[in-house]
């Protein structure tokens, strides 16, 4: 019985990180699935889907405007400088991403600058806010036990981030939720994160996002932010990650 014991364990084990191993490995084959792969490191800056004033009172015109003309732009233009004659500059921004450490810094940073920006614009809109549907809102129940659970793990994300970065919302390759967090421009597609994953949700908590209207007070952006969301384009990328990954729920 004992020795029984040992070797299911083992064999367990075995799969176990067998399984997990695959799935790491075929990141590249999941992201060729997603819409967002044909952006590339020469993808032009998207217009805003909304007026820079849209977001008040939550998010100040001004910030939007700089946000977008200056910061989004300048990191759009050195992703396209950066690739501008590579060997990589038609290859999808998402692969990029999987390998980015293959790739030179300038590429990781102001790539990571263009998407995470795409990605923010997205995800927000006027008179956003409330509760995702019940498909989502299973999901985020299933992994964090409740909405505001969810909330209050995501905001503490935000919050606890020192200096420049990013929280996520994200789906592993399981296809379960989970909530982290990123320096800099760094996302969860890329293999220097501590947890991988497609991120379908995010929140800028660089200060240029925020300071004009809030100074210091990263808890009160934090706290309008969620006033803003796009609930509708989450699920969305949820529902595209679940089958990217082969996921049928």
Known sequence: MKKFTKLSFAMLFFLGAFMLNVSAADWSAIVKKLSDAQLTAMS??????????????????????????????????????????????????????????????????????????????????????????????????????????????????ALDRFGSGWAWLSVDETGHLFVSSTPNQDNPLMPIVEKRGIPIFCLDVWEHAYYLNYQNRRADYVQNFWNLVNWQEVEKRYTEALMALGITK
Do not use: C
């Not at 007026?51 to 732009?73: F, G, Q, V, W």
């Open 44 to 157: 032009n800056q998207k217009p805003l889907p909304y007026a820079y004033n849209a977001l008040e009172p939550y998010i100040d015109a001004r910030t939007m405007e700089i946000h977008y003309s200056k910061h989004h732009a300048t990191y759009t233009s050195n992703m396209n400088k950066a690739a501008k004659g590579q060997a990589f500059e038609s290859l999808s921004l998402l692969r990029i991403f999987v390998e980015v450490d293959k790739y030179p810094v300038a590429v990781r940073n102001n790539g990571g600058g263009f998407y995470n920006h795409y990605l923010f614009w997205e995800i927000m809109k006027p008179q956003g806010g409330g509760l995702p549907s019940e498909i989502l809102q299973k999901a985020i129940q299933d992994a964090f036990g409740s909405f505001d659970a969810f909330k209050s793990e995501f905001s503490k994300a």
